[in-house]
């Protein structure tokens, strides 16, 4: 049985603008309880302005916003009970310690959840006594992302929390992140990484020049691209080979496209594995060597240019 899970955050008609410049052009969506719904876009696509209004933080020109069945300009001191917002690192007291960061921020709310849990969950239980200012750049983003799970929110916003970590510090952010979907939280995040998104998101919403472009599961935007997929093989003994099988690839019905150069050949099929045995079954009759082969899955890095006609930029 299929479950259905209620609005948690509804947005429509959302506007902003800034002088003569639109950040946000009537951006609609809802977002289901339990969901991790990551928001990406361009540099200056509207997503932080988008964030930012969501929160609070900033007054829409247009458009409605409803958090858990309430709205901001009625119900404002109840939402932000409801609610966490992961601050910035230069949001952190420095000199105060992780446990002293928490124990503050958990003096603010009447519903809170403890603090020893709450290190034990962001991985920090051990640096407990150190202060914030002798954190590396991962830790202090798990403190941050601790800080807006001390009211246990209903609710969270992440806005690109693992911006300039290294690989292993943003996998462990990733794992808080999966920690707060088995808690039955609700996780809106932006991010600059495609693997981020694709990893993590239930459902992915691009956003360009302030307006939605593509929203589904990454899953469903990558299947929709396109049904061609790539096929990479590079022959040992050079380009006749290459040339050989490039004839063959183009006598296959399920292939779109071909590009060879030098030894190495590049296949676009909508049956990948179909083009594949036939090139393998020539290239076993004829006794050539083939010494690299794969098959390129379409990525949600490709779905991101697809609509927005930009590379992704850091």
């Given at each position: 049985?299929?479950?259905?899970?209620?609005?948690?955050?509804?947005v429509?008609?959302?506007?902003?603008?800034?002088?003569?410049?639109?950040?946000?052009?009537?951006?609609?969506?809802?977002?289901?309880?339990?969901?991790?719904?990551?928001?990406?876009?361009?540099?200056?696509?509207?997503k932080?302005?988008?964030?930012?209004?969501?929160?609070?933080?900033?007054q829409?020109?247009?458009?409605?916003?409803?958090?858990?069945?309430?709205?901001?300009?009625?119900?404002?001191?109840?939402?932000?009970?409801?609610?966490?917002?992961?601050?910035?690192?230069?949001?952190?007291?420095?000199?105060l310690?992780?446990?002293?960061?928490?124990?503050?921020?958990?003096?603010?709310?009447?519903?809170?959840?403890?603090?020893?849990?709450?290190?034990?969950?962001?991985?920090?239980?051990?640096?407990?006594?150190?202060?914030?200012?002798?954190?590396?750049?991962?830790?202090?983003?798990?403190?941050?992302?601790?800080?807006?799970?001390?009211?246990?929110?209903?609710?969270?916003?992440?806005?690109?929390?693992?911006?300039?970590?290294?690989?292993?510090?943003?996998?462990?952010?990733?794992?808080?992140?999966?920690?707060?979907?088995?808690l039955?939280?609700?996780?809106?995040?932006?991010?600059?990484?495609?693997?981020?998104?694709?990893?993590?998101?239930?459902?992915?919403?691009?956003?360009?020049?302030?307006?939605?472009?593509?929203?589904?599961?990454?899953?469903?935007?990558?299947?929709?691209?396109?049904?061609e997929?790539?096929?990479?093989?590079?022959?040992?003994?050079?380009?006749?080979?290459?040339?050989?099988?490039?004839?063959?690839?183009?006598?296959?019905?399920?292939?779109?496209?071909?590009?060879?150069?030098?030894?190495?050949?590049?296949?676009?099929?909508?049956?990948?594995?179909?083009?594949?045995?036939?090139?393998?079954?020539?290239?076993?009759?004829?006794s050539?060597?083939?010494?690299?082969v794969?098959?390129?899955?379409?990525?949600?890095?490709?779905?991101?240019?697809?609509?927005?006609?930009?590379?992704?930029?850091?």
């Open positions: 049985m299929t479950v259905v899970r209620e609005s948690v955050l509804a429509q008609g959302l506007r902003k603008t800034f002088g003569a410049v639109t950040a946000v052009d009537g951006i609609s969506f809802e977002v289901r309880g339990g969901e991790i719904f990551t928001i990406i876009g361009p540099n200056g696509a509207g932080t302005t988008t964030l930012e209004m969501i929160e609070g933080l900033q829409p020109d247009a458009g409605e916003i409803t958090i858990l069945g309430m709205k901001w300009d009625r119900s404002r001191n109840a939402i932000k009970m409801r609610i966490g917002v992961q601050p910035q690192t230069s949001a952190l007291f420095d000199l310690t992780v446990e002293e960061n928490l124990e503050t921020f958990a003096s603010f709310y009447d519903r809170k959840r403890q603090v020893e849990e709450i290190l034990d969950y962001i991985n920090l239980a051990d640096h407990r006594g150190k202060r914030v200012k002798v954190l590396s750049g991962g830790q202090k983003q798990r403190l941050a992302i601790g800080l807006a799970m001390i009211n246990d929110p209903d609710l969270i916003f992440l806005d690109e929390p693992t911006t300039g970590l290294d690989p292993q510090a943003r996998r462990n952010i990733w794992d808080i992140v999966l920690k707060l979907r088995s039955g939280k609700t996780t809106i995040l932006t991010t600059h990484y495609m693997e981020e998104a694709d990893k993590l998101s239930d459902r992915v919403c691009i956003v360009d020049q302030g307006r939605i472009v593509a929203l589904d599961t990454p899953k469903a935007l990558i299947g929709q691209l396109t049904r997929r790539e096929i990479h093989l590079t022959f040992t003994e050079g380009d006749i080979p290459a040339a050989e099988a490039e004839s063959i690839a183009l006598g296959n019905p399920a292939v779109t496209r071909v590009k060879r150069e030098g030894d190495h050949l590049i296949v676009w099929s909508i049956k990948p594995e179909e083009t594949l045995y036939g090139l393998f079954g020539f290239t076993t009759e004829r050539i060597q083939v010494e690299q794969s098959i390129r899955e379409m990525s949600l890095e490709d779905v991101f240019i697809a609509y927005t006609g930009k590379e992704w930029r850091d």
